[in-house]
């Protein structure tokens, strides 16, 4: 499928009301290019009095129509706003194809942890004994393992169940069911399996995740031990050892209590997807819930929290 992606430059104060325009017309999301920088270093980057907010249209009969609607909707709308110029919107051809594949080159195999090894399908390996490999083609779903916030999750899991770290000490079996909240491609959920998980299962609201997330769990040999689907957390039944949960620290806070109640007593709660700014909102939000803060654990601007529940 062809997609037409539309550039509106605009000045910064008028953004929101293009931005919402452009998503009620096109029925998606927009993306904003809202920085300047002239260097490699991040401290030259400074706001730009000027923006560009892009939308994506199928490159159909439509489309012509759509964007004489845009031009309109400037010109009519720009003048209100100091320093606008009008700029005809920018119009550029797209595949489908192109997102979903023009990324690979950048996508390399990583290790991460002690043993853990996250392979382009593409890409060709040569393992060290007692790697474990996860073959991953992430598709058009978030997580290819590179990520702080997942790979402090990866970091987290390999402890958890080769006992390191916090676990050295910890007596009993190692875990066997885990449930990893937003799964995106699964990567997760596979490392359980690799790592001895017996029944793993992955939710994610996005239905192409899901089925991105499908066929990495078959390409590593796991679909008989992990389960995928679009359940709603507050619709899961059952416990489990480990609950892995990489989202955004407002969900997090938002998702306690049912994130808890599907932890089995002494299991393990993983949370990422915390700006470390954030932490001690999240810390406020999992207080006084029957669990108790294990470790945390950061890299880059991003934090990692580790639970155990008490009861």
């Known amino acids: 499928m062809v997609w037409a992606e539309v550039s509106c430059t605009v000045p910064a104060a008028m953004v929101d009301e293009v931005a919402e325009f452009l998503i009620e017309l096109s029925g998606s999301g927009v993306s904003i290019d809202n920085l300047f920088l002239d260097t490699f270093s991040l401290d030259t980057v400074r706001e730009s009095d000027r923006k560009t907010v892009k939308a994506y249209l199928p490159a159909d009969a439509d489309l012509t129509a759509k964007i004489d609607t845009i031009t309109a909707f400037l010109a009519k709308h720009g003048p209100a706003f100091p320093d606008f110029t009008f700029l005809q919107p920018a119009i550029s051809l797209l595949r489908e194809e192109d997102w979903a594949n023009n990324w690979k080159q950048y996508f390399k195999p990583a290790r991460i942890g002690k043993r853990l090894v996250i392979k382009p399908t593409w890409e060709s390996f040569n393992p060290d004994p007692g790697d474990l490999i996860i073959e991953l083609d992430p598709g058009m779903a978030f997580g290819t393992g590179t990520h702080a916030t997942t790979r402090l999750c990866l970091e987290a899991l390999e402890q958890i169940f080769f006992r390191e770290g916090t676990w050295t000490n910890r007596q009993g079996p190692i875990p066997a069911t885990v449930l990893d909240v937003g799964t995106g491609s699964g990567i997760l ?123």
């Open 189 to 311: 959920a596979i490392a359980a399996a690799k790592m001895g998980g017996d029944r793993i299962v992955g939710l994610d609201i996005d239905p192409r995740a899901v089925e991105v997330a499908g066929e990495n769990v078959r390409q590593n040999g796991a679909a008989d031990r992990v389960e995928l689907g679009t359940t709603p957390l507050t619709e899961m039944k059952g416990q489990f050892d480990v609950v892995l949960a990489n989202i955004l620290a407002e969900e997090l806070v938002r998702l306690a209590t049912p994130l808890i109640d599907r932890l089995g007593p002494g299991g393990t709660l993983v949370l990422s997807g915390i700006l470390t700014e954030r932490e001690d909102f999240v810390r406020t939000g999992f207080a006084d819930h029957g669990v108790t803060l294990l470790t945390t654990t950061r890299h880059a601007e991003w934090s990692c929290l580790c639970y155990r529940r008490d009861t």
